[in-house]
């Protein structure tokens, strides 16, 4: 294991933020994690650097998590469960298990991310969640090395929250991760419009696990910027869940408010939205700004701070909190 001082992380974040870790170390099995965690607690764990905002330099311990493999650990008739390695690139993993027959991820392709990190937000797009396909995960506590599997209940999931985000935050590093995928009968999910829109275009009725992945891969691409030509991290904001009566009160200044039921009390309203109305999409502060398409999306034009993009994220906040009394929260973890 190699140990190096003072490490450039510009390119182990999709923001291309430079910051310095104080000590870095990769590791690649379990066995080599173990050996640093008994001697080093206070550490920052690094997965694909794909939902963080690095505002300032990491003053301890980087630890990059890159186990790597996938395999089949059970499979019926019907069903596939696949265990893919922590520091597995989720896109990779995503086109793994489509030429493989496995379904039930493919809306979540394009998704920028290693697997390990995937139950901790519970990542979601077009419909689909984490939770859905989740099976278990296995983690290894920081202070004793022991190792632990988790189920879906244990995980306690919610929108872009589990366990891991709260009470047993910064207390385990997720090793590897199951999902239970279907083998026949796939439950194709077009619910979201832009999906059937797409397949339309090409002519596709009845499409399969490919044709809806690349039908995903098509959307986010004319929406989202590749992170490795325009740093991004992708949706850097959550769509607020707000009371109805605070919807219907909001509703009445802006009828044309869009809303998306969650119960009988709730609304989710998307921030996306909020934001464009509020004449954030395409501007730009520095090398700081919002996405030209897609106004969820904060972007490095080439040599923006983190604490510059961290300015605009909360200028945007205040704007759409005075503006519609509706206050959007960070998706992605401000470092």
């Known amino acids: 294991m190699n140990f190096q001082s003072n490490f450039q992380l510009k390119e182990y974040n999709t923001f291309g933020i430079s910051a310095q870790a104080k000590e870095f170390i990769a590791v690649s099995n379990t066995t080599e994690l173990a050996s640093v965690l008994k001697t080093n607690q206070d550490i920052f764990v690094l997965g694909g650097g794909s939902n963080m905002l690095l505002t300032q330099n990491i003053e301890k311990l980087v630890v990059h998590v890159n186990l790597k493999g996938i395999e089949i650990v059970n499979e019926d008739e019907n069903f596939a469960w696949i265990k893919a390695q922590a520091g597995e690139n989720w896109h990779e993993f995503v086109l793994w298990c489509i030429e493989h027959n496995f379904g039930g991820i493919e809306n979540l392709s394009l998704i920028p991310g290693n ?32 190792i632990k599997s988790f189920d879906k209940a244990t995980c306690k999931f919610g929108y872009r929250e589990s366990v891991f985000k709260n009470e047993l935050k910064n207390q385990y590093i997720i090793t590897d991760v199951t999902f239970k995928l279907t083998k026949t009968n796939h439950k194709i999910n077009t619910s979201y419009g832009a999906i059937d829109t ?5 002519n596709i009725t ?8 690349n039908a995903v891969i098509s959307i986010r691409q004319s929406k989202l910027p590749n992170p490795k030509e325009l740093g991004n991290s992708g949706s850097f904001f959550k769509n607020p869940i707000i009371l109805k009566a605070d919807y219907d009160k909001a509703k009445q200044n802006h009828p044309e408010m869009p809303h998306y039921v969650v119960s009988e009390t709730e609304v989710k309203v998307p921030a996306g939205w909020l934001i464009e109305q509020a004449g954030f999409k ?4 520095g090398d700081a700004g919002i996405h030209k398409n897609q106004a969820l999306v904060l972007v490095n034009y080439g040599n923006a701070t983190g604490q510059e993009i961290l300015a605009v994220s909360r200028n945007i906040q205040d704007t759409i909190f005075k503006k519609f009394g509706i206050q959007i929260q960070a998706e992605v973890n401000v470092i």
Do not use: H, W
């Open 115 to 146: 697997v390990g990190t995937t139950p901790i937000q519970n990542i979601g797009a077009y419909g689909v969640e984490i939770k859905d396909t989740f099976d278990s995960c296995t983690a290894m506590k920081i202070d004793n090395q022991s």
């Open 198 to 202: 797409e397949l339309e275009k090409n």
């Open 282 to 285: 395409g501007k730009r502060f």
């Open 206 to 213: 009845n499409p399969t696990l490919k044709e809806i992945s």
